[in-house]
Each structure stands twice: as structure tokens, then as C-alpha cells.
């Protein structure tokens, strides 16, 4: 290898290093944001939550700008970054419409995929249970595992992104990408209530078999049902939210 070939494999390493110690940032901060251990509203100073996990700021700052996607903070000039406020009941029922709206269409257009697709939506159901089960589990126990929480609500999202990646829309698949950021602060209600839990599970095995089915209208009106059964339980008095 010559010499500037040995400068670009350096730099190389240097960059995947720099984005692996980001990443680790980011892990920490979104557990700590889900968990609720910061109230709403609460400025993060990138200095000091460096100082606290012994990196230097300038991974900090990349994960914050990363976190500012997910909707988890928000950023405001010359102040930095903040937790962002809860959604308030308008906004999630306007998140709800708009869930609708994106994920039935995805649906009825996965819905004559290859079954490639089916075998991706099978795996993905198995891990989504798996998860939420461990969750159920953790719970039971009286416990608050982040790592759990976390893993089941990446595992929820890679359910739904087999959909949206085989219904062969990529605008669709942006829009669901841009809409996960929001998604992201209603999901945190997750941690606090169980029974969504089960009926989550529940519910999208009913997806994956709609699609076993070859019923051509099976998965949009499965989907259809999953997120308007999410929205009621997200209206009930006794679904825990967190404060406003």
C-alpha cells in the first residue's frame, strides 16, 4: 500500500471511530430521553453531558443534531438544544391521520409484494414479540429496563419499515421516515404502559397473517385496525402518559 493510500485507509479509520463514539452518545442521550429521567423542557448543555459520559462535545453535538430528528429535542437560536414538550392532544390526533393515511396505502400497495416480502414481515413479527414480550417480562418484575424499551420500540419501527420498503413507493417511504421523528415522542408513552405492549403484538401478527392471507384488501384493513386501535388506547383515561 503506498503512502497516500495509507493516509486514506487512516482517515477512513478515523471516521468510522468517530461515528461509532457518536453513536454511543446518541444511545446514551435516547435512553435517557425515553426513559423520562429528563423533564420536558430541560436545556442539554453539550459540555456538560460530556463531561458526564467522558467523551469530548463534539460528539455530543452530532447526536443532538441526530436527536433533533427523532423530535425527542428541540433546538432553538442561540439557545441550544432542550427535551422537547409532550405531544399535545390535537397533535396526536393530527399524527394519527397522518399514520393512517401513509401506512394503509403502503399496505394495499405491499399488498401484492413477492413473498420475499412476507418472510421479511415474519421475521420482523418474531423479533417485534420476542421484544415485547422481554418488556412484559421486565415489567412484571417491577423493573424499568431502558435496554428493553428501546429494543422493542426499535423492533416496532423495523416491522413497519418492511412494509413501507415493499410497497414500492420510495416518496412514501420518505414521508414515513420524516413522520417517525414525531412518532418517536409518542412512543414514549410505551414505557409506561404494558397493555399496548400486548396488544401491539397482537395486532401485528393479525397484519402478518392479512398478508399470508392473498386477500389483496387484507393488509390495509389489518393496518387500518392496528393504528386506529393504537389511537383509542392512546384517548383512554387509564393509558399513563407523560406529564404536560
Do not use: W
Request: glycine share 6%; net charge negative.
Amino acid at each position: 500500500m503506498n503512502d497516500r493510500a495509507d493516509s486514506e485507509a487512516a482517515t477512513a479509520g478515523g471516521g468510522i471511530r468517530r461515528r461509532g463514539l457518536r453513536d454511543m452518545v446518541y444511545d446514551s442521550i435516547f435512553r435517557q430521553l425515553l426513559s423520562g429521567a429528563v423533564p420536558p423542557g430541560t436545556r442539554l448543555r453539550a459540555e456538560s453531558i460530556a463531561k458526564e459520559l467522558e467523551v469530548s462535545p463534539t460528539p455530543v453535538r452530532e447526536a443532538l443534531v441526530q436527536l433533533e430528528r427523532t423530535g425527542l429535542v428541540t433546538r432553538e437560536a442561540r439557545k441550544g438544544y432542550r427535551v422537547a414538550p409532550p405531544l399535545q392532544a390535537s397533535q396526536m390526533e393530527q399524527l394519527f391521520d397522518a399514520r393512517i393515511m401513509l401506512e394503509t396505502t403502503a399496505a394495499r400497495l405491499a399488498a401484492s409484494a413477492s413473498d420475499r416480502l412476507l418472510v421479511e414481515l415474519e421475521a420482523a413479527e418474531d423479533v417485534h414479540r420476542r421484544a415485547g414480550e422481554a418488556l412484559i417480562a421486565g415489567r412484571a418484575a417491577g423493573s424499568l429496563d431502558i435496554e428493553l424499551a428501546a429494543e422493542y420500540l426499535a423492533a416496532d419501527t423495523a416491522f413497519h419499515e418492511v412494509i413501507f420498503r415493499g410497497c414500492g413507493n420510495d416518496y412514501l417511504l420518505e414521508m414515513s421516515e420524516n413522520l417517525a421523528a414525531q412518532i418517536h415522542r409518542m412512543r414514549q408513552i410505551v414505557l409506561r404502559e404494558v397493555s399496548d405492549v400486548k396488544e401491539s403484538i397482537i395486532e401485528h401478527e393479525a397484519i402478518v397473517q392479512a398478508f399470508a392471507s392473498g386477500d389483496p384488501d387484507a393488509p390495509e384493513a389489518a393496518m387500518r385496525a392496528h393504528v386506529e386501535q393504537v389511537r383509542q388506547r392512546e384517548r383512554s383515561p387509564s393509558f399513563a402518559r407523560t406529564p404536560e
